[in-house]
């Protein structure tokens, strides 16, 4: 069974302040994205990364899906209460299935 | 290019009653996932289906729960004889296949009362 571990999983932080959050398997996947949900609606893809060691940024926010592509990590720099959110990584396996984590809940304090 | 549309967004049910999702995928994406959200949780998957066939349900409970996604018309996922423990939000999504990610509806909060 491919599993996806997000760590951690609450994070609560003033504004302005970096944080990292980890997306680990012990799964190869074919490619792996990132989610952000707001309340009361539906996941919003932020990125997909497909290359072991491939770095994506969006504005303040940094990917990198781990060289042996078991692996990801989203690094947010100088965090705005706007990035306040559940945070879910996804891995997509060859038979497109699409695995989630439990996701890190963000909080960013004004 | 509309979303992934999905109806009805809250549905109230009492126990025993038949709940009937509905999910139209994004024009062009040939594929829908389901997936079910408990509060405070991530997504568990439920169903993976093209066109006519469904290609993994591994994640589906056996009994009381199916899906559909016809030639023509929106994928529905039925549950029957509902109980407490089903009420949750679904989410469907839909790709166009090998070539991309999928993108979500807004899911659907199902009470059972």
């Known amino acids: 069974t491919q599993l996806l571990e997000q760590s951690p999983q609450f994070l609560s932080i003033q504004e302005g302040e970096n944080l990292t959050v980890y997306c680990n398997s012990s799964?190869?996947?074919?490619?792996l994205q990132w989610y952000r949900q707001e309340p009361g609606e539906g996941p919003v893809l932020l990125v997909t990364v497909v290359t072991g060691g491939e770095v994506k940024k969006l504005k303040r926010l940094t990917f990198q899906f781990g060289d042996a592509r078991k692996d990801s990590s989203l690094h947010i720099t100088a965090a705005q209460p706007g990035d306040t959110g559940l945070y879910l990584c996804a891995g997509m396996n060859r038979d497109d299935k699409i695995i989630f984590g439990k996701g890190t809940r963000l909080h960013i304090l004004p | 290019n509309a979303g992934v549309m999905q109806n009805p967004r809250h549905l109230v049910r009492r126990r025993g009653q038949e709940a009937r999702l509905r999910c139209s995928p994004m024009?062009?994406?040939?594929?829908v996932y389901w997936y079910r959200q408990l509060p405070e949780e991530g997504l568990k998957f439920m169903v993976y289906?093209?066109?006519?066939?469904?290609?993994?349900e591994s994640g589906m409970p056996k009994e009381r729960f199916s899906a559909e996604f016809p030639k023509e018309g929106p994928s529905i996922l039925r549950i029957q004889q509902v109980v407490r423990g089903d009420s949750a939000a679904y989410f469907c999504?839909?790709?166009?296949?090998?070539?991309?990610?999928?993108?979500f509806g807004p899911g659907t909060r199902l009470t059972v009362t």
């Open positions: 999504a839909s790709s166009p296949g090998t070539s991309g990610p999928p993108n």
């Open positions: 024009k062009g994406h040939s594929h």
């Open positions: 289906l093209q066109k006519e066939n469904i290609i993994d």
């Open positions: 799964s190869v996947f074919s490619s």
